[in-house]
């Protein structure tokens, strides 16, 4: 009569377990991978302020002659002027829009209108803050600035406007 052998060469029931974790584990992070490509981020918040405007203008002859001086007095958030644009609305409807780091790198001030209205921008840091100061000067123009705005272009936000 021959004998048979009962062999057991199946694997340990811990390592088994442990070897299903590992497969589960590493299937739930590679499906999280691949769908979280389709999950939008949050979207950016704008930082908020409050300008304080001082009117030096004049009206001579029809044509207005003087200066805006526009301060940020209060601000709440981080905005670069890499990331930060200047508008301002004339009276007869226009809109001239300059970004405030490429005024700060023309030296600060900048013409628009046909040179009628010159802007100038300066500040402490690399960031809008309460030593900004924003400067319209107006160049014996009929058009005015009517008002002005601040917008952050990462979120398309506006951060802080004023009627002049």
Known sequence: MRRVRNQDNAVSPIIGTILLIAITVTLVSAAF?????????????????????????????????????????????????GNAVLQVVMANDSIIEVNMNSLLLAGGSEGFNGGQLIINVTGDSPFISS??????????????????????????????SSPL
């Open 131 to 160: 030593t900004t100061l924003m400067v319209l000067q107006l160049k014996s123009s009929p058009v005015y600035p009517v008002f002005v705005a601040i917008r952050d272009i990462a979120s398309g936000g506006t951060v802080t």
């Open 33 to 81: 991978t691949l769908i979280s490509g389709y999950i939008p981020s949050p979207a950016a918040t704008t930082p908020t302020g409050d300008l304080q405007i001082v009117n030096h203008t004049s009206v001579i002859g029809g044509a207005i002659n003087g200066t805006y001086a526009i301060t940020v007095y209060s601000f709440n958030g981080n905005l670069s002027f």
